[in-house]
């Protein structure tokens, strides 16, 4: 709190806070009272957040086979998981989503068997791409980090298991993977805000995320920088509140005794 | 699939030589932002480290609030932003508008962006620097900048190099965001390709092929200038692993 009464900081924030407010008077908010819009905004929230939590779901999922094939697992499991972290680490992820959703759309309907199932009507909309796209992208940069991780674990642990005559899978859920977890949390969490920076890419296929939704409010109204200003704010709050999740995640991990 | 590969030739009707002016326009952006982000990184990592508290709480709020954002909102704010005061200027000094061209907006609003990440980079390099070597040189009687350009950058360098890599392939993959404010790179070029012949896994991939090619060679390309930088260091522990 000391931190915060020094003069130049409280310099800082007034005119940080007139700045604000002049942003606030000056600009034109009437949007924000039409119901329209609102409706269309608080839709765009919630699908930016679901992309974001179901995509580093999805995408962890993958990453924890790709990491322990690369750090213990066989040449033709480590070849392959090395060279897909390789390929989606080397190309920009904008490519990667134009890829599944003009490659595989154009793709789909010319198979008649995929036309005819049940699936057909999700898979001619573009939000199934765009979670493939930032999955398969989460699932490459984290395949990496858990690489590192598992490789760090103590083989001196890992042989003590082994002696002890554990089974190979108890050793995975027992020892190897909760400290790989352990150490890797702070990274993920960094990686998730990378992760929900990343959302905005979708809305060039037509997802109507927080994005844009902005965009289309740009569009109708003429107006340049208001809409800009409320999404910057919006991914300021929810940065936040990945940030502090992972530090409340972080928290909770038993402390060393010994 | 077989016949959509002529497409990719150089000469019309192949697109080739398109995809080619766009991985120039890409490069060109990529490597002017990554050098504004380096004079940048490196000010504001010697501010950081040197400078007042004034400086160094308004050199948090810029690391802090670029990196807190998606890119894309930056470039489009930075793009308007930065076009709108610019002409306000010359209004008021009675000179007509101008229109920055694209590659001018697209590498000084990318360079801001890099300038966030170097600046965290440099410093924590600068800071792992000995500073016994530091104190050194200054009670020899070594002026500031000598200090700066014989002691810290050279030793600091080897330190800064990894991270560095990793900022240049970021920013060589953010180009990309340039497509969507409408600038003809690569990844908008092979859109473009891909949409009037409809191959577009092959445009796509030929395009992903390019990029991965760029980043196998900087990854390269950074490990040896980061031996030549290591060079008179004492030989590092390898990690325990």
Redesign the interface.
Known sequence: MKALL?P??II?MLIAAGLVLWICLAGRWDWLGEPKYQTLILQGIWRTIWLMALSVLIGFTLAVPLGLAQASGPWYLAVPARAFC??I????????I??WY??LG??FPGIPWIRESELWPILRQAWPYALLALSLSYAGYEGEVMRGAF??VPRGQIEAARAMGMPRHKILTRISFPQALQSVLPTLGGET?LQ??????VA?ITVLEI?AASSRVRQDLLI??EP??F??AV??VL?GVIVLGFGWLESRRPRRTA | MESTFGLLALSPPGWGGTLLIALWASIRIAVGAFGIGLVIGLAGAYGKIYGGPVLRDCLSVYTTMVRALPELILILLLYFGLTDLLNRALMALDFGRIQISGVVAGIIVLGVVQGAYATEILRGAILAVPSGQIEAAKAMGMPARKVASRITLPTMLGLALPGLSNLWLIATKDTALMAIVGFNELTLATRQAASTTKAFFTFFIAAGLIYLVITLLSTWGFARLERWARRGDPPRQTGGR
Do not use: I, N
Request: glycine share 4%; no cysteine.
């Open positions: 020094q130049h900081r800082m390789t390929v680490r080397g190309t920009p992820l904008l490519l990667q134009w890829l003009y490659g154009s793709l490789a760090s805000v929900l920076k990343a959302t905005p890419l060039t994005y340049t920088y800009l200003f999404v910057a991914y300021l940065a």
